[in-house]
């Protein structure tokens, strides 16, 4: 079968590269490519995409919550599978007001929700364990049925104080999101 696989940022795709790497006996073939962050990129991205049977949309999310309280599955560097999606604070033009957009797994990793939003995130009221993304919404709806999205765990919201993202994700090893689409 052949894979797309979908990275927001050039760290995710060179995170997906290395663990490919691992692998001696693949099941798929991978093309790995950067689509960019935002709602636009990932909309000019899906509508030129190369011929593949399943496109996966893979990357770094930050998750609502403290990770102490957090479970071991939504701990730092863990991939899990983004099964629905919706808007906060959006406005304008395409999927305004759009619905919550809800698909079936597609992998064994747990599933979230996630958020996309056109705002920096600083209300206290989402729910633990919520995704908050830029991509995940406009997927959902430009997606062909077998694509899907895993994300993996790179912060935790809200931070207590700054942080140095690419510090932050320097560690986190994509080996088991590469799993997770190798066994599906």
Do not use: W
């Amino acid at each position: 079968m052949k894979v797309t696989i979908l990275t927001p940022m050039e760290i995710e795709k060179e995170k997906t590269l290395t663990a490919l790497a691992r692998f001696t006996d693949l099941k798929h073939e991978y093309h790995v490519m950067v689509c960019g962050i935002g709602r636009e990129s990932i909309a000019k991205t899906m509508m030129t995409l190369p011929e593949s049977d399943v496109t996966v949309l893979l990357g770094f999310a930050a998750v609502i919550g403290k990770s102490a309280i957090l479970p071991e599955s939504l701990q730092l560097g863990k991939p899990v599978e983004v099964t629905a999606g919706s808007l906060y604070g959006y406005e304008g033009q395409l999927f305004e007001n759009g619905s919550i957009k809800v698909e079936p797994s597609k992998t064994k990793l747990p599933c979230l929700f996630s958020l996309t939003s056109d705002k920096f995130v600083k209300t206290t009221d989402l729910t633990i364990g919520t995704l908050v993304n830029m991509e995940d919404y406009t997927f959902m709806h430009l997606k062909k049925k077998d694509d899907f999205i895993v994300r993996i765990i790179s912060d935790f919201l809200p931070h207590d104080k700054p942080i140095d993202f690419f510090k932050e994700v320097e560690a986190i090893d994509f080996k088991e999101a590469i799993e997770a689409i190798e066994n599906r």
